[in-house]
């Protein structure tokens, strides 16, 4: 019943799917393609027997720890007792993300420097003891069954050796095979994400440590094709997160690395991906720091992968043998100095400003994805610090807070009538639907000194066309918009800042450890509390500053940062 409520919600809420709805009904819409779920079309087949035998692995012998463990979740921090370590899964956590993320072993990465190896042999006593038999529950959901065993399988490197027993462990993670290839995340063209190319890289990763040729090549294969479909043709993940771009960067940097070392024939191919997608990842280095725009993955915080854009050594990085850094060197010197090219970004420097920005090729943020309501969503970097931010999301969900931060009131943007630009998308909407609904794609580019960004969206509200210009000067940076169309609407412009910021002589002054930035408009300027995401479920306070006005359209209006 909760579930047929939520639908008849979504129906009464959003007039874009009723016409869908209409236009199916009298066949005036194609229904999407037909496909076999969990069954790619590039594969003939998704068995992989098990191989009659396993290498001998080093065996880190069971122990008890002699110290309590910390360990950090998405969204929690818990500490172990060395008596009850089972107490871990017998946790009731009330976010999912926080309850997979303890059967991903998602802790172990981040927390490898001086662990004491007892925990994880431990921990992996009890979860053998629980769940080592492959079944349908969320624990061998195929996400979280790759990444267990990639996290296992990278722990043992560093620790030198399996927990033991050594053989009964290499047994449960070669079962993860089969579980993994039986369960792929395929949903037809229309509805599969990232997760599908990370149950590749579980396989490719498994077959690899385990010389199982047929494993690693039917993980090759999904790896390769995936790449195909979730980059764009400038390397950028197409779901319009910064953060996720960078964990799909790591995934295939690592499947990579993991083929040289086992002299694979994909490697090659998978070389030239990951290079492509580290290229695109130098649009995030920005002077104070990594942009967290779009949805924030809880399989690490962000900070383990920033160094993927800055090009610091650490983080993930920082855990990679001397062999491994010394072929990503070798990787970085062939990308070379060559400028990104970002489809759905645009980015300018001046002196000492730095913006980026962020408008989904079509238009709406795409679907499935981790991309927000931002059309021209954007950041604003000055003296080295984040004046400007985007807010980011800390948790998911279609409710509450988890939706209000991936709408369009609480990023640096414009609204109409305080609605999203385009209406909610949905995976079975076509081009054609999405062209008529929304308009033409939106238009971005850098340009001299600055942005421009021009769309058609908010056709809901009455609106013919918008356009936002950034310009970067010695002066400041000047933000100009325009909104064609007709009748009187409520436009509000949102700016986002961490710093303090007070209210004075109609202005908004921001007060940094750089100095203080004068923010003048046409119009109602007001300040209310926000929350900026620095990690899935940790964020720090932020302010949301609105400009507001009701004016008749067709309207321009202008916006000026400058230091004083």
């Known amino acids: 019943m909760g579930a047929v409520i939520r639908k008849v919600r979504q129906v009464l809420g959003d007039p874009a799917l009723r016409r869908y709805l209409l236009d199916r009904a009298l066949g005036r819409q ?44 998405p969204g929690a921090m818990l500490t172990l007792d060395p008596r009850t370590p089972g107490a871990l899964f017998d946790h009731n956590f009330s976010d999912i993300e926080t309850r997979l993320a303890v059967h991903r072993f998602a802790w172990l990465p981040l927390q490898a420097e001086g662990l004491d190896p007892a925990w994880p042999v431990v921990l992996w006593r009890e979860w053998r003891a629980r769940f080592g038999t492959p079944g349908s529950g969320w624990e061998w959901h195929p996400y979280t ?16 050796g399996l927990p033991g027993p050594a053989a009964d462990t290499a047994g449960v993670l070669a079962a993860h095979g089969p579980a993994i290839a039986a369960r792929l995340e395929y949903f037809g063209d229309h509805y599969t994400g990232n997760h599908l190319a990370n149950n590749g890289r579980g396989l490719f990763i498994l077959g690899c440590a385990m010389n199982w040729d047929q494993c690693a090549t039917l993980g090759g294969r999904i790896m390769l094709e995936e790449a195909r ?162 807010p980011g999301r800390g948790t998911y969900g279609e409710t509450g807070e988890a939706a209000r931060y991936r709408a369009a009131e609480v990023h640096n943007g414009l609204t109409v009538d305080g609605a999203d630009p385009t209406p909610p998308n949905r995976p079975y909407y076509d081009d054609a639907f999405r062209l ?38 010695d002066q400041g940076t000047i933000i100009k918009d325009r909104v064609d169309g007709r009748g009187t609407h409520d436009l509000t412009r949102t700016l986002v800042t961490t710093w303090p910021v007070r209210l004075q002589d109609g202005a908004a002054i921001i007060e940094t450890p750089g100095g203080a930035v004068r923010v003048t408009a046409d119009g109602r300027f007001s300040l209310s509390p926000l929350t900026r995401w620095r990690a899935y479920g940790r964020g720090e306070a932020a302010t949301r500053i609105t400009i507001a006005e009701r004016t008749a359209l067709p309207w321009h209006g202008k916006i000026i940062l400058e230091a004083i």
């Open 30 to 73: 194609a229904p999407p393609p037909a496909f076999t779920a969990g069954r790619p079309p590039y594969l003939e087949s998704t068995d992989i027997p098990l191989p009659a035998g396993y290498p001998k692995f080093d065996e880190l012998p069971l122990s008890t720890p002699s110290t309590p463990l910390t360990i950090q979740l």
């Open 145 to 160: 069954a790759a990444e267990r065993l990639i996290n296992l399988l990278d722990f043992a490197r560093r620790a030198g």
């Open 436 to 473: 008529r609904e929304g308009g033409a794609p939106p238009v971005l580019q850098a340009d001299d000194g600055g942005v421009i960004l021009v769309h058609s969206a908010f056709r809901r509200q009455g609106v013919r066309g918008c356009e936002r210009q950034w310009t970067l000067s």
């Open 229 to 390: 479909r979730i980059f764009t043709p400038s390397g950028l993940l197409r779901e319009g997160s910064s953060h996720y771009h960078l964990l799909l960067t790591r995934n295939y940097l690592s499947a990579w690395l993991t083929g040289r070392r086992a002299g694979r024939p994909e490697t090659a191919e998978l070389g030239a991906v990951a290079a492509s997608a580290w290229m695109a990842a130098k649009l995030f280095d920005l002077p104070g720091g990594l942009p967290l725009i779009g949805d924030i993955s809880p399989d690490c915080p962000p900070s383990f992968l920033a160094g993927l854009a800055s090009g610091e050594g650490d983080g993930w990085l920082a855990l990679l043998p001397t062999e491994d850094r010394q072929a990503l060197a070798g990787l970085k010197r062939d990308i070379g100095a060559a400028e990104p090219v970002g489809d759905g970004w645009a980015g300018a420097r001046y002196g000492q400003w730095a913006l980026l920005v962020h408008a989904a090729p079509q238009g709406w943020p795409f679907m499935p994805g981790h991309g927000h309501q931002d059309l021209g969503g954007f950041e604003l970097h000055w003296r080295g610090l984040p004046l400007i931010v985007d």
